[in-house]
């Protein structure tokens, strides 16, 4: 998850597309009002994306996305679907101009998976859809029955996140970048972990507006609930290495994918791990806002880094794949 902890820098870089790229994809939290709509305007290959989302769960979430109220938006069985559509859209965007042939590989954080598995050719538009409207609202359904939430341990190491977590009983959800875990737990041993952390000095400590303890053993009813669709689903071999977060590495076995998704419910997300484990030192952020954008600044500091949150820069890819 990556809630409220977006990058407030500009990434300043003209694309060279001599190089080859690692394509990343976006997480639940990078969602706002009107997302999507300059890309269905202006694209035909993103309205027709929309469009087959909007068939294959049977609602109008492209409505919702372009004029819709934003709470409305943010709940998970709509944002979910909703992040997904617009990285697809554009990745079909950037495909149609040439620059996705420059793509060595392709990582999605947590929700992001899926759209990179659609955008590698394991999934299809559909197959992505419907497994993601299922696994929203398992992991909705497994937060009524665990209570729980999130906290953001900032400015800590991976060591005193750990520590935290073991102390307070609670679990590492997310190893974002340095200086950023999210940890997952029960409201109780969530407040015991903010206690620690604040007497060891962290620099902020910031508890999230989610509604679940996701991505811990506390979601194993939502595993439970999404492990018959996604082992009734078949995938395909990805055209293109995908990294999973439970192992920050590839897996080209796409006979093993059901399996790694379906882990990542109870498990943490490795991303500092993954982009570390990417060779390329030259990434695009294929979807809306630019929270990975900033991880990977934070992560490889010499990286170059492209975002695709606006027309400018999606367009800037244009020209130089040309």
């Given at each position: ?73 943010t709940q998970t069985q709509n944002a979910q679907p909703a992040i997904m559509a617009v990285s697809v859209a554009t990745w079909r965007v950037l495909k149609t101009e040439?620059?996705c042939e420059h793509a060595v590989c392709l990582a999605g954080h947590s929700l992001g998976e899926y759209s990179a598995l659609c955008a590698s050719g394991a999934l299809t538009l559909k197959q992505t859809s419907l497994l993601i409207k299922e696994r929203a609202k398992a992991m909705q ?182």
């Open positions: 998850m990556l809630f409220g902890l977006d990058f407030q820098g500009e990434i300043c870089y003209t694309p060279d597309m001599t190089q080859k790229y690692a394509f990343l994809f976006p997480g639940q939290g990078s969602q706002f009002a009107g997302m999507g709509y300059d890309l269905a305007q202006n694209f035909r290959v993103a309205k027709d994306v929309f469009d087959e989302v909007d068939d294959a769960l049977n609602q109008k979430l492209s409505e919702l996305m372009f004029n819709g109220d934003i709470n409305t938006l040439g620059v359904e497994a937060a009524r029955i665990n209570v729980g939430g999130m906290l953001a341990l900032i400015g800590g190491s991976v060591e005193q996140a750990r520590e935290i977590a073991q102390k307070s009983e609670c679990f590492i959800a997310n190893d974002n970048c340095p200086g950023q875990v999210v940890l997952s737990g029960r409201l109780a041993n969530l407040t015991q972990a903010k206690i620690i952390a604040e007497q060891m000095g962290l620099k902020r400590v910031i508890p999230l507006p989610v509604s679940g303890a996701f991505h811990s053993p506390l979601m194993q009813p939502a595993q439970e609930k999404l492990a018959s669709a996604l082992r009734e689903t078949t995938f395909a071999a990805p055209r293109i290495p995908v990294y999973f977060n439970v192992l920050a590495d590839v897996q080209n076995n796409h006979a093993l994918f059901a399996e790694l998704l379906l882990k990542q419910l109870t498990n943490a997300v490795r991303w500092r791990e993954t982009l570390l484990n990417i060779h390329e030192n030259s990434f695009i952020e294929c979807g809306p806002g630019k929270v990975l954008t900033g991880l990977v600044k934070r992560t490889k500091t010499e990286a170059n880094v492209q975002d695709t949150n606006t027309l400018e820069s999606l367009k800037a890819l244009f020209g130089a794949a040309q």
